[in-house]
Structure formats: C-alpha cells, structure tokens
C-alpha cells in the first residue's frame, strides 16, 4: 500500500476499538486499511480476561455505575465523559451479540437464559459481562473474521507505524492537518507512506515501558508518542494502573490472573496464610486496583517477600474450572493447581489511564487524526480506571468515532495529499545492535525501580536522568542507522517514559495510582485538567480548549 493509492482510513492498532471501528465505518462504504505490529489479533484486548463493564442486570443503573466510576477514579474523571460512555454501554455489549460474540449465559428453572455478570473490585454490582475468563480472545476472534471478510478492508500485518505525516512538516495549509503515516514492513525491511483522509490510532496503553507487565509485547505506546510529535496534547501520563495480580513464576511472562477470581471469593494472603486487605481497606479484595496493588506492594516491602498469595481454593473444584478455565489451565502448566493450592502473585504495569487528549469522537487536537481506545484520554477513567471499563471505552468510543468519521470523509473537503517516499539516503545498517536491546533493557528497569507503585521526587528525578541519556543515544542510532522494529518501539519507549516522569513530577499530590511520599495526602481541591501536558511545539496552540469548536471541524 503507497500514497499512489490513497485510502478513506487508516487505523494503526488491531484491538477491539480498531477493528470495531475498521468494521463500522467499512459497513459504511469507506475503504480501510488496518495496521497491525503481528498477526491481526496479537494485542492487548486479546488478553483481557474479566470483561466489559455494562448495565444490563436488572437490580443494576446507570447512576450507581456512574457512580462507581467516580469513586474509582479518585475526583479526576470528567463527569460527561462518564455519563455519556456508560449510558453506551449497553447498546453496544449488544453489538457485540450481534456480530455474533458468545458472552456467558444462565438459564433458570423456567428455561429462561439471561447473561451471567460476575463482579469486580470497585463495583457495587454484578455488571461484568463476560465469556468464561478468556473475554477479550472471544472479542478479537469474532470481529477479525468480520473484518477479514468485508471487501472494503485491507489489512496489513507485521507493519508498525513509524510516524504521523502531518500538512506541517510538509509546510501545507491548515498545518494542524495529518495527511497518513510513514509505515516500516517487517517482512522487507522497508518503510513506505500510506496517505489517508483519516487517521486513527488505536495502539493500546505503554506498559511494556515497565519491566514487569501483564501486556504482550505491543503496548509500546507508539501512537501516544506519535501523537505527541506531531503537536497533540497528552493527559495524566502519570496514572499508570498495576494490575494487583500477575502469576510469579520465573518463567511466567505476563499471565494475569483475573480481578474476576477475587470478585468471586478469592482471598490475598501472606506466605503464613493471613489475610491483609482488611487491614489497608474496608472493601478488602473488592477495593479498587490501585488500593490492592499498592497493599501487596507494601506486604512485600515490609516483610521481605517475593510474592504473596491469592487463593479460592475453598471453592469447589467444579465452580473454578467452569469460571476459570483458561486461568487455570495456564497455572497448571507451571505446576500450580489453583483448585488445590494458592496462586503466587505480584503486581505489574497493566493499563495506561492517561493518553492523546481527545474528545467524546475521538478526536484529537489535529484535524483528521483520532484516537481510540486505551491510548486516548476521555477523561472516563480519572486517577483510576474502574474495573472493565476498559473495553466498554473501546467500544463506544469506536461507534462515535466511526460515526463522525463517516461524516468527515464523505466531505468532499477531504482531499488525499501525495506524501514524500521516506528518505535512507543518509544512514548506513546498525553497526551494533546490541545497544538497542541494552538501552531497552536499562529503560525498563529504571522505569521500575523509580517510577512504580509508590514514587518519591527523588526517585522520578533518577529516572528523568537516565532517560535524558537514553534518549540523546536512541536519537543518535535512530538519525544514522536503518530502522528497525525494536529501534521503532525504543524510540517510542523512551518517549513515553519521560511523559510518565514529567507527569508525575508535576502532580504534587497522592491521588489514585500516583502515590507519592513527599506528598502522601490528596490536595482538597484539584481541577481534573491539571496535568494536561502541551509540548513547546504544539501546532494547534491556537485552537479552543481540548478541542476545537465545531465550526473549525
């Protein structure tokens, strides 16, 4: 795919809130290119294990899971953002059904099947819809078969977006314009534009930033720093969300054992058998994430230990492999029978609660660029996302893009620009290779060590140190030497990293998943905005507060 065959959208990212939307707006009669960095489904949504978060049980509203967002997310969510998605949520759990996903059902003594809702830390209610434990896998292989069938989608696999080209680079009018992407083919080893009358990022979170996580490989936060170079916003980097549970196992990579397996009855416990959440909550194993994880953080600091424990051993051994299958099956493969024994358990870097400051279409301060999904601020989840609020922002976020984008490209303002060929005229191949995996490998650890679950100035200040100096390296590799993936994805890395830590640096407070102890307490008033972070570059400094009225659009 060149500029010489330009397309309507181009969504980089394959998770549910790329290919949902891929599959809208090609219903619609848009032509789309979807990009994904492996085989189509290889992203974070493949791996979400809960659910969606919706209001569909009975003795459910959508004041209480209003509400419940709220308090999750510690006084920063933006109440709109809030009302409008959760009162989407069912509409669209049922687009789902429709396009054929095969959620969990229970059936009564009169025969009548009604959807099983499990509940989850945070949650007044049972309102997780969900397919066993493997939700996410149920999601993505549904909707690839979709997208594959429909003639108006081309999809790219094992192609990674290098940058965003937008009409300011190339000196055109409007400048804060994106024209298409610069886009690296791992199969050839060759970079090629791809020019697009919309552009849309749906590249998941940045947690592989961290040197422990529960993501695969893909989270690299390659559309926020793509965003971020071109000129847009970014929000509330600082609210990096540790899931409180990932298996310990040296040879685990990155298996999360689901927020599910306490929502039905698990209990945390130390090495000796106690129990500890009472202890740091009321709520127990039902406190938010960002209060269990930083429990066990502090269970594991005090006492010295590696890990803890979680265990629902005490349920029958049917009730856990009918509700947990996949968990249990990846447990038992490292020797671990969860319906017998404890699974040993850490925190890791999970979701990225902040992101490209867009609107409630996805919009983003550049004309022609959205973005959707985990690496987009709504402002729905605050210091602390709720539980399975994750793929609900996906899928909504999803429909009102597409919806918008429809209107957008049937404009007939909505011209293609040729793009430039990418220029390698001045780089050599990489003479040591070696540096890339190493300067990864200190990243994350620095990441880790001094930006975790619980921060200090000082600490932040460290890592701001070694990423500068990371940072000036990458930039030298990256101008004078070919590209590569791993280059791609360091570059993104590191970009993303030092957002982080100037994010946090900046939050003079402990609020949500940013708990500092310079600052242990929460300031009594705090505007939800005030992390906002505008780069000196910025193109749209122009423009109306976080987005542009809808006369400009």
Sequence with gaps: MTNSNPIDVLVIGAGLAGMGLSLRVARAGLRVTILAKGPLTEGSSLYAQGGIAAVIGERD???????????????????????????????????????????????DANGMRSFHLTREGGHSHRRVIHA????????????ESKVRAHPNVTILENHIAVDLISASKLKLDPPERVLGAYVFDMTYNRVSPISARVTVL????????????SNPDTSTGDG????????????????????????????????????????????????????????????????????????IDYEM????????????????????????????????E??????????????????????????????????????????GFTGLHGA?????????????????????????????????????????SQVTDPDEQVVVSHNWEELRRSMWDY????????????????????????RDFYSNFKINSDLIELRNLVMVSELIVKSALSRKESRGLHYTLDYPYPEKTSHPQDTIVVPNNFVGAHLDPLWATEAKR
Excluded at 85 to 103: K, S, Y
Excluded at 264 to 275: A, S
Excluded at 391 to 405: G, H, M, N, Q, T
Aim: charged share 25%; hydrophobic share 35%.
């Design 334 to 375: 490292f020797g671990i029978d969860m319906t017998k024994q404890p699974i040993p358990v850490v925190p890791a870097a999970h979701y990225t609660c902040g992101g490209v400051l867009t609107d409630l279409r996805g919009r983003t301060d550049l004309l022609d660029l959205y973005t959707i999904g985990e690496s």
């Design 224 to 295: 926020v720093a793509m965003a971020w170079r071109v000129g847009c916003r970014i929000a509330n980097m600082e609210f990096v969300q540790f899931h409180p549970t990932c298996l310990y196992h040296p040879h685990a990579k990155s298996l999360l054992v689901s927020e599910a397996v306490r929502g039905e009855g698990g209990r945390l416990l130390l090495p000796d058998g106690e129990q500890f959440m009472q202890q740091h909550d009321p709520r127990g194993e039902l406190a938010p994430r960002d209060i269990v994880a930083r429990a």
């Design 451 to 474: 930006v975790g679950i619980v921060r200090t100035d000082k600490r932040l200040q460290r890592a701001q140190r070694r990423i500068t100096l990371l940072q000036e390296e990458i």
């Design 132 to 143: 066993r434990d493997a939700t996410g896998r149920a999601v993505e292989n549904t909707l």
């Design 202 to 213: 749906a590249t998941g979170g940045v947690s592989k930033s961290y040197l422990y996580t």
């Design 61 to 107: 509203s959508f004041e209480a899971h209003i509400q419940d967002t709220l308090t999750a997310g510690a006084g920063l969510c933006h109440q709109e953002a809030v009302d409008y998605i959760v009162r989407r949520g069912p509409e669209n759990v049922h687009w789902l059904v429709a396009q054929g996903v095969e959620f969990d059902r229970l059936e």
């Design 301 to 332: 600091k005090r006492h010295g230990y590696d890990c803890v424990y979680l265990d629902i051993s005490h349920k029958s051994s049917s009730f856990i492999t009918e509700h947990f299958p996949n968990i249990y099956e990846r447990c038992l």
């Design 384 to 424: 602390n996302r709720l539980a399975s609020n994750s793929l609900l922002e996906c899928l909504v976020l999803a429909e009102s893009a597409s919806k918008d984008i429809v209107k957008r490209v049937t404009d007939p303002t909505a011209e293609v620009i040729e793009l430039p060929q990418w220029d390698e």
